[in-house]
């Protein structure tokens, strides 16, 4: 359970750590992240000895291809983020990861024809309610949450597909990003733009950090996912835009009006109605296969005692 609630409270108190960055713009922002997530997630493997996941995955180009789609769309995930934080749009991305389980539920029907039980269509039409409501306090879309959704819901989607581990995935997909992210930074080294190293030491140790408050909660939340169950794991899911959407609230003191706050309530009533059809539906699981163990049981018992009556009964069918 610590695990658990170590890796999504980090990911959930991550926009503390974004404008320390500051005057660092988004973009090398990012690009330090995938240079120094790959330098802490390779010492990781090389620590746990985890290389035999490599020669598999060159030899499978379509697996190669599955981790570039993850790298490019994690990309602009991450880049939307650290955008969205330091431009005073905490409570907007917090919104991107409430309504992500919504999103991904949706692309299961569209993209692989998934059939939805009723509360399920319940909690999806209340969250499509809830975007429109925003929409209309924004003035716009909330572009920033559902870019957000999006993205972390097709690289979801996409590593389900690669079925690799957690800490070996990044390490493939910074890998992928690493050559390009060098490049920018060598470049805005050449045009006198970068601040690692211009900004004095503690700067250049916050953005050489980017890559393990990257790794660390990955970390916390494989270790979570082998010893928490399931179901409250996809509890503690909401514990990230919870933290987000209070410290942009309280401690960003960022603008709250009335059409958010309906348009956040009808979020936060869809996931609860979401919450409660899989605690419903995996209690029901949990019966049912204790009932069938108990039917196979009693099978089990029964069945050498109508064999020995039978045994039993040979000798005197045989004496008549």
Same mark, same amino acid.
Do not use: C, D
């Given at each position: 359970m610590l695990y658990g609630i170590g890796a999504y409270g980090m990911w959930g108190l991550v926009p503390l750590?974004?404008?320390?960055?500051?005057?660092? !713009?988004?973009?090398?922002?990012?690009?330090?992240?995938?240079?120094?997530?790959?330098?802490?997630?390779?010492?990781?493997?090389?620590?746990?000895?985890?290389?035999?996941?490599?020669?598999?995955?060159?030899?499978?180009?379509?697996?190669?291809?599955?981790?570039?789609?993850?790298?490019?769309?994690?990309?602009?995930?991450?880049?939307?983020?650290?955008?969205?934080?330091?431009?005073?749009?905490?409570?907007?991305?917090?919104?991107?990861?409430?309504?992500?389980?919504?999103?991904?539920?949706?692309?299961?029907?569209?993209?692989?024809?998934?059939?939805?039980?009723?509360?399920?269509w319940a909690a999806v039409g209340i969250g499509f309610a809830a975007v429109l409501v925003l929409a209309v306090?924004?003035?716009?879309?909330?572009?920033?949450?559902?870019?957000?959704?999006?993205?972390?819901?097709?690289?979801?989607?996409?590593?389900?597909?690669?079925?690799? !581990?957690?800490?070996?995935?990044?390490?493939?997909?910074?890998?992928?990003?690493?050559?390009?992210?060098?490049?920018?930074?060598?470049w805005l080294g050449t045009q006198s733009s970068a601040t690692f190293g211009a900004e004095g030491a503690g700067h250049a140790a916050l953005l050489a950090a980017t890559g393990l408050v990257t790794a660390a909660p990955l970390v916390c939340f494989g270790a979570a996912a082998i010893r928490v169950p399931l179901s409250t794991l996809g509890l503690l899911q909401y514990l990230a835009p919870v933290f987000q959407f209070l410290l942009g609230v309280v401690y960003f003191h960022e603008a709250m009006p009335a059409e958010r706050w309906a348009g956040f309530s009808l979020v936060w009533l869809a996931l609860t109605l979401l919450t409660w059809d899989a605690l419903r539906t995996a209690r029901r699981g949990r019966t049912e296969a204790a009932r069938l163990a108990a039917e196979a049981a009693t099978v089990d018992a029964v069945k050498p005692r109508a064999e020995a009556q039978t045994e039993a009964q040979a000798p005197e069918v045989e004496a008549r």
């Open positions: 750590f974004w404008p320390l960055l500051k005057p660092a !713009g988004a973009v090398e922002i990012l690009a330090h992240r995938m240079v120094w997530s790959l330098a802490v997630v390779g010492l990781a493997l090389l620590v746990l000895r985890r290389w035999g996941w490599v020669r598999e995955l060159l030899r499978s180009p379509a697996k190669l291809g599955l981790i570039a789609l993850a790298a490019a769309v994690i990309t602009v995930n991450w880049g939307v983020y650290i955008w969205a934080v330091n431009t005073g749009r905490v409570v907007e991305a917090s919104l991107g990861y409430f309504i992500n389980p919504l999103v991904t539920i949706a692309m299961g029907v569209v993209l692989l024809k998934e059939r939805l039980r009723p509360a399920q306090g924004y003035g716009q879309p909330p572009w920033i949450s559902l870019t957000l959704a999006l993205t972390f819901a097709t690289y979801g989607l996409v590593k389900k597909k690669v079925n690799i !581990g957690g800490l070996e995935s990044l390490a493939a997909e910074t890998a992928i990003q690493f050559l390009p992210a060098l490049g920018y930074l060598l």
